[in-house]
Nanobody
Framework: QVLLVVSGGASVQPWESLKLSCVVSGFTLDGYTIGWFRQVPGKEREGVSCISNLGIQYYADPVKGRFTISRDYAKNTVFLQMRALRPDDAGVYFC???????????????????????WGQGTQVTVSS
């Protein structure tokens, strides 16, 4: 059974940092694409970042230079380090996994939510002063 467990959300002030974790069970990370999304009420789930099956990192333009995605094979965990947080970074953050080994981003673009197979529960990130 595939399970993604997300943690790390919190309420912070602008310019502060947070690190989200996505612990994966049911398969090992090697060869799988893992993505991070965020969602605010009334809007579609937005791709934030992903680390591809080949280990290549992708970022949405609004978070480039501030967010870093990484993975720890020993812990079978993917992290999203978020720095210099802004109020528009707030939302519920989800991690997602591709459904098959070897699947990854096409044409250098972040995959859309519908392309992922497995999802973790969300974690709330609030950014306000």
């Amino acid at each position: 059974q595939v399970l993604l467990v997300v943690s790390g959300g919190a309420s912070v002030q602008p310019w502060e940092s947070l690190k989200l974790s996505c612990v994966v069970s049911g398969f090992t990370l090697d060869g799988y694409t893992i993505g991070w999304f965020r969602q605010v009420p009334g809007k579609e789930r937005e791709g934030v970042s992903c680390i591809s099956n080949l280990g290549i990192q992708y970022y949405a333009d609004p978070v480039k230079g501030r967010f870093t995605i990484s993975r720890d094979y020993a812990k079978n965990t993917v992290f999203l380090q978020m720095r210099a947080l802004r109020p528009d970074d707030a939302g519920v953050y989800f991690c997602a996994a591709g459904g098959r080994k070897g699947w990854g981003p096409q044409s250098g673009k972040l995959p859309k939510a519908a392309e992922y197979t497995y999802w973790g529960q969300g974690t709330q990130v609030t950014v306000s002063s």
